[in-house]
């Protein structure tokens, strides 16, 4: 497929794009300039036009972009039309934060099943999510067709556990363990490393200071 | 100061560096080459040099990098030398997850407050920590020489919030909330937009499908 050539940069400003179109969707605003874009965007247009060029254009000369239009084929690009079916392993704060996060279903994410390794809490519900022993994973992933897996566990188990799930057919993991996971060819990994994330925004405050 | 003219794409690989070099230095090892990092982070070494070349290279010909010291530069670089001062505004699950969080204490990073709107949780506390209502936070965070809020709210009151904070005297912010912030030159964002990082994992999967 031709979208296999798009760069992970360009792929990382699709949800901004998606965000800011909607927003002006709800606002009743029916079409755009890419420079009108680029000013609430706070981005160039010719970094609009390239970015979405990569997809076709979807713009038209004297007339900008259609924002409705725009909206429901990024949303597609985005793969957000598909329903997705969740599992998160680590019921823990971070892991009921994201179950509880109603958005996310929204947009066709639905987490159907959380794993923990604390026999405390099996059985306990999350927003009507039952919490399961990790035993139970493999079946559950493969009788409620589970395609990503959400990891919110320590890093020195997170390892061995993506690697089951991939032998138990994952096609994605959104990765919170503080750990790099090398998987096979075509399985996807989207890491959420919050600590890089603060010591990134402790590097901006020390070279910023004085 | 130099460093204002490092790009932010050098500064994301930074704390990766300080994760692995960590991991090596728990381990014994005393050095590596940059052909020996590059396997184990699966980067160029060429990156690698050109990566810490920025900052004065470190590394010698024909010894390669001192493990111990190079950590040590990198987490000072990271400003990780330094204390800095947190408040959570926003006491739900992900504000919990984050104040749970042990590792960002032994970096530095040292929650002081964490601040809400619902009376419900007033006095409460979160791993010995009160949540306070919003009123007290002007003087909340002079009183503590806070450097860095944490934004876990909603995004329709984040904008707002997040000029109060500047207008208190905050240096940094780390946003959770699913809105651009705009802030003043000086003051520092971090975002993690959660959403985002979803729908990007969603392309990956539905551009590799079939």
């Known amino acids: 497929m031709e979208e296999k050539e798009i760069s992970q940069a360009v792929v990382s400003r699709l949800p901004r794009y998606f965000r800011y179109l909607g927003e002006l969707k709800d606002a009743g605003i029916e079409r755009v300039s890419s420079q009108e874009l680029s000013d609430i965007m706070r981005v ?35 793969g957000l039309h598909k329903e997705h079916r969740l599992i998160i392993i680590g019921a823990g704060h971070l892991g009921q934060a994201l179950v509880n996060y109603m958005n996310f ?52 188990s997170a390892v061995e556990v993506a690697e089951q799930l991939v032998s138990y057919g994952i096609k994605g993991i959104w990765n919170f363990a503080h750990v790099d996971l090398h998987v096979p060819r075509g399985i996807q990994v989207e890491n959420v490393h919050l600590s890089d994330s603060l010591m990134k925004l402790s590097y901006n405050l020390v070279s910023h200071e004085g």
């Open 105 to 156: 279903e929204r947009r066709g994410f639905l987490f159907k099943g959380i794993f923990d390794i604390d026999e405390k809490l099996f059985g306990t519900q999350i927003r009507g999510i039952t919490v399961r022993p990790m035993q139970e994973m493999e079946r559950f992933v493969l009788e409620n067709e589970i395609d990503i897996a959400v990891l919110t566990i320590p890093k020195n």
């Open 44 to 78: 160039t247009a010719s970094q609009i036009r390239q970015d979405l060029n990569n997809f076709g254009g979807f713009g038209q000369q004297g007339y900008g972009y259609n924002v409705g239009y725009l909206y429901d084929e990024i949303g597609k690009i985005l």
